[in-house]
């Protein structure tokens, strides 16, 4: 702190989470890892046999360490970077900690720091309501005495009279319950002021390539809960900033890093990656229907007096009226490059109205109305003619967008054109993950679709996908399947198939309350339509009342566990697309929640990471006979929990050092037992040894 000016005293606040930085660092050299003495009595190994193994299995010695170099992020894809709050190059460590950069030398942390701290404007400009001040010096409250400081009242507008035409004022009087009849309508201001506090920034994740280190960040919209989202179409919490930071000369003094370029961009984060020098980032913005219903809804003023019939009939005149503004508001809203056509952009086919007794059809994305319907024929653009997919009888949850950068752009193009090209879908649902390979991404809602066989409403996976191959990326085919997948891991593209494993629940199943499967799509040709046709789906995977726990494609294989009182390890044939199906499968206790495939001794295995009662069970699976997988080896950490089964970047495996490094917490009845730090573990074909760890400081 000293050291690096006191910046923790003057910049943090209260409520800032606090960061301790000491004097020296205890973090051993890379090239010195040094066996911690380990008390063996809490640890359980066991080979394929089942047997304890002696407290002389291998362990690394200084006289057999193989050297290997790891920084790199655990990647689903391989040539696909995810982004994460954690990063390296092999020469520096780049962490985000709130709204603060850190960054230090990989080898020699002892060499310093850089400290880059996220610019932060906690003004009350335009708000009107300033709250409690504080005084930074005596940290005490200090109420500014200002007319504007006092939180507004709620008050009722002047009592108005409102008689319709419908038939004469001495008819309505007269007749009560008639159309006509005088009303009273007390009017309360529609919008509330509320104090506009603002959070400081948050670095969401970073993505790393050569001497760029770029940023995203996140600050609280300002416009969130005010006036001005009630009339936007769309309306994000977040507003995020691309930054881009020289991330080669790094100063170790305590200064920030140089700040290259930034850019604002639209929309609430969901994730990103990076394919060579192709950065993606892709977001969300909820839909604002209430902008274009609100002036719809029967206790509106403007229907007070009038009967069913005239109330619909007035209401679709209200609507035929603001349907081409909303739209084209909503196109200046979307922010995408349209480039006069409809290839960046799942078009709004149309709006339809019509009474309660339309018959059903399903839709892809959304439920058709066939008969007694009053189809309005929507165009978000001049130049857009041919609709994807309509969406009918509702607007879409949220808006999906897909935004692309050259990651290698000049320093002169970062700081005078910082350029992105975004396309976008409107999509159903919550946003679940995304899955990224080479030239295609697949962002995953999970919502409800109508299923007119049942008249019930049930969960189900939307994916849409974008070709990324250009520096536009451009929306080309949509798919559904019944239940929602598990994690980014459920969704894999192989020979232009896209395959997605999901768990559909059904609680009034009195036989079984889940059906696991793996559905295969294909992906269209241009002239084959926007639909992915489904082509195959296994049978229900597992017993009864099982679900996902675990899933991981590999090829023309998946590797599926499911759970309930046991752990049924699967092996998945993929390789007919028509008919996926089981060929082997093994029960053990526990579960897995994560799934790496490793190589030894030329053979394939599965490493697994999971749960068993208690206790971090991590579990090796010989699948070099698939119809015959068997558990080699196993681990137990007694009464412990790891990030790493929920969280696969937590997760690192040294292929050729045949090491296993996860985090692992630990706790107990007494302050001397527990444990938050990280182990390293020793893996070969039949056992599984830790051989170091590292306790945090507290």
Known sequence: ??????????????D???FYMEDSFATPEMAEVEESHMDHDDHESVDHEGQESASTASKLQDDDTVTEDSYTTNNQVQGVDEADFVKSDGKHVFTAYGDVIFVWDALDPKKGLSITRMPYNDTKEDCPYFGPMYD??????????SEEDTLPIREPLTEEVMTTNVVSPEAAASTPGSPGRNRKTMMIADSMMIPCYKPKPQILSFLLRGSRLTAIVSEQSSNYFRAEAE?????????????VYDAENVPLDGSPLNLLGEKKIKGNYHDARSIDNHGIVITTSNVNTDSFTSELYRWRPQYCGLNSTAYEALAKETALNETESFMEKMVKDLDVELDGNCDSIFQVASIQSGDSKEVYDSNLLGEYRKEETHNVAVCVHKSCQQPLSPHCNFLPGNFVRVLSFDLDMSTNQLTNDFTTSSSGTFAPGWPDSIYVS??????VNVGHAYDPSTNRWKESTFVSAFDITGSTPKPFAIARAP????????????DGHLRIATTTFDWSNTDSTTVNQIFVFQLPAED?????KMLGATEHLGKKNERITAVRFRGDRAYVVTFEQI???????????????VIGELEIPGFSQYLHWIQLEGKSFMLGLGRQDEDIKIGLFDISDEKKPLQSAFHLEKQASSSAGSDSLAFRYLPNSQLLIIPKREWTWTAEGNFDGFVVYSINATHITPVHESKLCS
């Open 1 to 14: 702190q000293s050291r690096n000016g006191g910046w923790y005293e003057n910049n943090c606040g209260r």
């Open 16 to 18: 800032d989470p606090v």
């Open 136 to 145: 930074d010096d005596a940290h005490v409250d200090v109420m500014e005495e």
């Open 231 to 243: 009339t936007s179409t769309l309306y994000d919490y977040q507003e995020l900033t691309i930054k």
């Open 438 to 443: 080479q030239g295609f991404a697949g962002v």
């Open 483 to 494: 239940g929602r997948p598990l994690n980014k891991f459920a969704t894999d593209l192989y």
């Open 528 to 532: 084959q339509g926007r639909e992915m």
């Open 567 to 581: 752990d049924p390890f699967i092996v998945v044939d993929m390789g007919n697309h028509s008919e996926p199906k």
